[in-house]
């Protein structure tokens, strides 16, 4: 996709933002930037980027799969600089946004470098007026199940669960303690009641002898 990035002055005030995509938000693997609030989101959370590194975002956006010198971005970035370092401060800002968004320039996953000539969006862009809340819906779904059968639509959250294993480990254990304990019982009883046998026996024994001694 090859989306012409307007003139400063159709920018918005401040943001260096571009008002020529076919869509407000742009979504590229786990992120989705606000192209008119100038605002990056990974998974639904909101990430802080600073609006220079934000604009040099929205400059891939628009080339994804394409090559974009260095120029270009300068131009992008600092359209009035007179700077004598601009490539040094173009090569910095690409590796802030490298941090931002978790990528590696030796392994990269969405900015690639190219050798002498500029850097590459390598993430497939998606443009959309309408915010994409699938990523937030699969975080709250994560958290969450719903059994089977009769159960459902009942949501259980993992606390709920948490607490449902507890108890049946607690009563499970207590029916283990409470057989245990029986079983001690059950046993000192029929040990006491083997020794009062044992002594009627011989109590029975004893006296016929004494008797006859007499």
Request: no cysteine; glycine share 8%.
């Amino acid at each position: 996709m090859n989306i012409q990035m307007t003139s400063t002055a159709e920018q918005e005030p401040g943001s260096g933002v571009s008002t020529a995509f076919p869509g407000r938000y742009a979504r590229f693997g786990a992120f989705q930037a606000d192209l008119e609030r100038g605002e990056l989101y990974q998974n639904g959370q909101r990430v802080k980027v600073q609006a220079k590194l934000f604009q040099a975002l929205v400059v891939l956006l628009g080339r994804a799969g394409e090559i974009v010198t260095r120029e270009e971005v300068r131009r992008q970035l600092w359209p009035d600089a007179s700077l004598v370092n601009l490539d040094a401060n173009v090569n910095t800002t690409m590796n802030k946004l490298r941090q931002v968004l978790g990528d590696s320039a030796d392994n990269p996953a969405y900015i690639e470098t190219i050798p002498r000539r500029g850097y590459s969006m390598l993430a497939g862009v998606e443009f959309s007026d309408v915010p994409n809340l699938r990523s937030i819906e699969l975080e709250s779904s994560r958290g969450s199940i719903t059994p089977p059968g009769d159960a459902r639509g009942l949501v259980w959250s993992k606390e709920q669960i948490g607490t449902l294993v507890r108890v049946i480990s607690l009563l499970f254990a207590g029916m283990l303690l409470g057989a245990l304990l029986a079983f001690i019982w059950f046993f000192t009883q029929a040990k006491t009641q083997r020794g009062a046998n044992s002594a009627k026996v011989s109590a029975s024994l004893i006296v016929p002898e004494r008797s006859q001694r007499k």
